[in-house]
């Protein structure tokens, strides 16, 4: 992490991978598919591939996030989550208000990071994170909303705290 004053901050929303329709489960604990694993992986390799590796992640504490997260990460470097070297590893928060978060909560979320952070990465769920992402830039946002896998990359020009509008700068649906 750099002082924020002097890095250009980016915001990477991405919607969680592909999950298991179970009716015999509750929501929350709805697995990844097969695909929805693979297609994480690809999501970490296309961040690792455009230098978007975050400092600090905020995961929903679903199990498909978290699964999502997990392949991200394995994606970027090769190795789980809590592996790498010393200080590679982003400070990864599992935040309970991401699971069912309007845009607002989400938003709140991220006024909350560290100032020093360069790069956020937010895993959640729809249709919060789409309207996230159509709050921050109205004009580019898709108005379909996020797909699973998607990636959306927005850049701030405001310190963490007053984030209200980022410009919607990358998008992409990530398919292993």
Do not use: F
Request: net charge negative; hydrophobic share 40%; with cysteine.
């Amino acid at each position: 992490m750099t002082d924020g004053r002097y890095g250009q901050r980016t915001l990477v929303l991405l919607r969680h991978a592909k999950a298991e329709q179970e009716r015999d489960a509750p929501d929350a604990e709805r697995p990844l598919t097969a695909r929805g694993h693979a297609d994480a992986a690809a999501a970490g390799a296309w961040l690792a591939r455009h230098e978007l590796l975050p400092d600090v992640v905020l995961c929903s504490p679903a199990r498909r996030t978290r699964q999502t997260w997990h392949g991200v990460a394995m994606g970027m470097t090769g190795s789980p989550p809590e592996g790498g070297p010393a200080g590679s590893t982003p400070v990864v928060r599992y935040e309970p208000t991401a699971y069912e978060a309007h845009p607002d909560e989400l938003l709140d979320l991220v006024r909350a990071v560290d100032p020093a952070a360069d790069t956020v990465l937010l895993v959640a769920h729809n249709p919060g994170i789409s309207l996230l992402s159509a709050l921050l830039d109205p004009e580019r946002a898709d108005p379909d909303g996020l797909r699973t896998t998607d990636l959306v990359v927005h850049r701030p020009t405001t310190p963490w705290a007053d984030l209200s509008r980022a410009p919607l700068t990358a998008r992409h649906t990530a398919r292993g």
